[in-house]
């Protein structure tokens, strides 16, 4: 599939990807993003394997995806950074990050 297939064409001529991957909850749940979680739920996580979100941005680099949805309020800015800088190769970025007030 082309670039054009999977990008829409922006004002300025640029492409930017249709479809991107969120990293809300991505590694880290911020206090402030409370949901009610039943107690089975619990367990059944601790049962599964810790994956950082330096892991799961990497995975999502490598199958594809080429925009992000980051934001400061979900606090793990570091990892994804960790996870473009340990990508195999030179990649074409979009993200788009929204700053807490």
């Given at each position: 599939?082309?670039?054009?297939?999977?990008?829409?064409?922006?004002?300025?001529?640029?492409?930017?990807p249709l479809v991107g991957y969120?990293?809300y909850k991505v590694g880290f749940?911020?206090?402030?993003?409370?949901?009610?979680?039943?107690e089975a739920a619990v367990g059944?996580?601790?049962?599964?394997?810790?994956?950082?979100?330096?892991?799961?941005?990497?995975?999502?680099?490598?199958?594809?995806?080429?925009?992000?949805?980051?934001?400061?309020?979900?606090?793990?800015?570091?990892?994804?950074?960790?996870?473009?800088?340990?990508?195999?190769?030179?990649?074409?970025?979009?993200?788009?990050?929204?700053?807490?007030?």
């Open positions: 599939m082309t670039l054009a297939a999977n990008s829409v064409m922006l004002n300025d001529g640029r492409q930017h969120g990293t749940v911020p206090a402030s993003a409370s949901s009610v979680v039943s059944d996580a601790a049962k599964a394997p810790e994956v950082t979100a330096a892991e799961c941005v990497e995975v999502a680099l490598d199958v594809g995806y080429r925009f992000l949805d980051c934001a400061e309020f979900y606090g793990n800015e570091a990892e994804v950074g960790k996870a473009r800088c340990r990508s195999s190769r030179r990649l074409t970025l979009t993200l788009t990050l929204t700053l807490t007030p």
